[in-house]
Every structure is written in C-alpha cells, then in structure tokens.
C-alpha cells in the first residue's frame, strides 16, 4: 500500500515562509512527477508546482518567483518552499505523486491535506 504524508502547514503571517514535505511511502516500484496542489475555500483545486523525475519544473504563475519546488528521488519526498506567503495563498495544499506500485501498477496517488493559513 502506496502513502503521502504531508508535513508543514500552519499559521504564518503575510510576508512570511513555510515550507511543505511530502514523503511517498510503501510498495513503490517506480515515481514520476510529484506536484503540490491546493484548494482554497469555495475554490476548485489547482495545480501550485510540479516536478518530474527528471527535474523539470513548473508553476503557477501566481506563485512564480516566489515558491519553489524540489524533490529527492532517493527518499520519494518532495518538498514546497514557500516565501513571501500572501493571504491569497490560504488553502489546503496536497501532494500528489504519479507512480507505480507494486501492487496497482501506474497511478496517482494524494496526500491528506496540510492547512496553510496567511493571516496577521
């Protein structure tokens, strides 16, 4: 049985950092792109960055320059490192993982949530 288990949220005021984890965990047999998405109140998820195995990246605009996506293969974790946080950015953020399994070949798999909240 494949896992995420996401780290990092919490409570941080406007200007400020964070920074997420996400670790893959079980019977992985091959991981491709891992990303961060988020879901906003109201919203519908939407993708925050992405990175493929063989370190391409991408993100949201409104995130360019500001949030950076990295990743090391040999642990499966991938990680968010979010400066200059605006209110805007208050979501639930999940990790997601394309991989296989040893057990239910090629799929996506998602992290539980972890809150952010960007407020003073």
């Known amino acids: 049985q494949v896992q995420l288990v996401e780290s990092g949220g919490g409570l941080v005021q406007p200007g400020g950092s964070l920074r997420l984890s996400c670790a893959a965990s079980?019977?992985?047999?091959?991981?491709?792109?891992m990303a961060w998405y988020r879901q906003a109140p109201g919203k519908q998820r939407e993708l925050v960055a992405g990175?493929?195995?063989?370190?391409?990246?991408n993100y949201a605009d409104s995130v360019k320059g500001r949030f950076t996506i990295s990743r090391i293969n040999a642990l499966n974790t991938v990680y968010l490192q979010m400066n200059s946080l605006r209110p805007e950015d208050t979501a639930v953020y999940y990790c997601?993982?394309?991989?296989?399994?040893?057990?239910?070949?090629?799929?996506?798999?998602w992290g539980q949530g972890t809150q952010v909240t960007v407020s003073s």
């Open positions: 997601n993982a394309d991989l296989v399994s040893t057990h239910q070949g090629r799929r996506a798999y």
């Open positions: 079980g019977s992985i047999f091959s991981l491709y792109a």
């Open positions: 990175s493929t195995s063989g370190g391409s990246k």
